[in-house]
């Protein structure tokens, strides 16, 4: 059982950053992908960023150039620098572990964290 735990969200004005942090514990096995989603209320959770196991990033659209997926596997963590952020980045933001298919991130942990709460307003 992989356990994931999130943390470092908060409340930010628009143009303002935050870190988040993520560290995975439990039958990891060898290391692997993962990845940063988030979900607002009433939405389906989405996925913002992803990284390889080598760390290769990958972003979603409406991130990119403004969020920095990183890792340290010496401390199966994986980090988000979240820059210039919107109103609309608002959301509860999860972890994942992950795989590839067909160059496609797929989370593979059979449970959540309690994700952290981002939150923008002026």
């Known amino acids: 059982q992989v356990q994931l735990v999130e943390s470092g969200g908060g409340f930010v004005q628009p143009g303002g950053s935050l870190r988040l942090s993520c560290t995975a514990s439990?039958?990891?096995?060898?290391?692997?992908?993962m990845g940063w989603h988030r979900q607002v209320p009433g939405n389906e959770r989405e996925l913002v960023a992803d990284i390889t196991s080598n760390g290769s990033p990958h972003y979603t659209d409406s991130v990119e150039d403004r969020f920095t997926i990183s890792r340290d596997n010496n401390k199966n963590t994986i980090y988000l620098q979240m820059n210039s952020l919107k109103p609309e980045d608002t959301a509860v933001y999860f972890c994942?572990?992950?795989?590839?298919?067909?160059?496609?991130?797929?989370?593979?942990?059979?449970?959540w964290g309690q994700g952290t709460q981002v939150t923008v307003s002026s």
């Open positions: 994942s572990v992950g795989t590839y298919y067909s160059g496609v991130y797929y989370p593979i942990n059979p449970s």
């Open positions: 439990g039958s990891i096995g060898s290391v692997r992908a």
